[in-house]
Each structure stands twice: as C-alpha cells, then as structure tokens.
C-alpha cells in the first residue's frame, strides 16, 4: 500500500531498491548510530532486509516503506513500523533511516507521521514506540516532534565519538 504525503510518497520496500538501500547504508554518516559506521553489506540487505520487511508486510500489513520524491522519484530513505519479538501487546517499532542529502528538511517526521496514522487509524495499533542513542539529537528531535516520550535510557559500554 503506498502511502502519500504532502512531499514524499511512501512504498513498500523490494527488490528493486536493494542499490539504494546499499547506497544509502554505505555512508558512514548515516551508519554512524546505527553500526559505528559500518556498512550494511548487499548480501544481508539481499537475504534478511527485504525478506524480513516483506513478511512483516504479509503477515501485519507493517514493514519498511521507501520514502521516494514523487516529483523526481527519487529515493531519500526508509520508514518502518515492525511487530516486535519481545512483546504480546498490539504495538510496533517505529524506526526511519535517511540520506544526508534529505537531513533537515522535515521528511522523516513527515514520513514518521503518515504510518504513525496508517497504524492507529487501521491496523488497532495501541502502542508505538521508536529508539535511539541519547547523543543522536536529529533522531530525537524527530520523535519528540511526533509528540513520543522519553520512556527509558539503557546505558551500554559501547562508546560513539560525536
């Protein structure tokens, strides 16, 4: 189902966008809270990305959505709503990635938005809830804009240098 919103269009991830997806995970920039930096590589973007967005869509009607210019068609990135393995309560996770070229502009939170509706107006989603590390102001800020609240702060060892 795609999805349309005032500056972007919104479809299910396949197979035709596997190019970009590695495009956009092989900039370290956009890796840099996600893996340190390091690129998802083809093959797990080939044989676990899409296999496992495409049954979250089959079996829920979630998954991942590229987020696309409809006036270029071009592709700024990625949002997902995802049934989560640790929960038995009607919620998802929401989660959006990016290229640096659309940072700043308000896509991921206009994005963010139309599937936060899409789940509470028809999939009887009761819960959403998205993370992130605390130094990644950007993402933050998308989510407070959502009107989501800080609910917990999980402390690692693993250090990410600003």
């Known amino acids: 189902m795609n999805i349309d919103t005032p500056r972007t269009r919104l479809r299910p991830l396949g197979p035709d966008d596997v190019e970009d997806l590695v495009h956009l995970d092989g ?5 840099r809270y996600v893996s340190a930096g390091v690129p998802t590589s083809r093959a797990v973007i080939e044989e676990w990305v899409l296999p496992r ?15 696309v210019d409809p006036a270029s068609s071009s592709f700024l990135g990625w949002v997902s ?25 308000g896509l991921a939170t206009e994005a963010s938005r139309a599937v936060l509706a899409f789940a ?3 999939l009887g989603t009761e819960r959403v809830f998205a993370g992130t590390m605390a130094i990644n102001v950007g993402s ?10 800080l609910a917990a702060i999980h402390v690692s060892d693993e250090r990410f240098d600003e």
């Open 27 to 31: 900039d370290p920039e956009v890796m």
């Open 53 to 67: 967005a495409e049954a979250e869509r089959v079996a829920h009607g979630t998954g991942m959505w590229s987020i």
């Open 81 to 105: 709503l995802r049934t989560p393995r640790h929960s038995n309560r009607t919620e998802l996770e929401l989660s959006y990635r990016l290229r640096r070229a659309a940072w700043g502009r």
């Open 120 to 122: 509470f107006g028809h």
């Open 140 to 149: 933050r800020r998308v989510m407070e804009k959502l009107g989501m609240s």
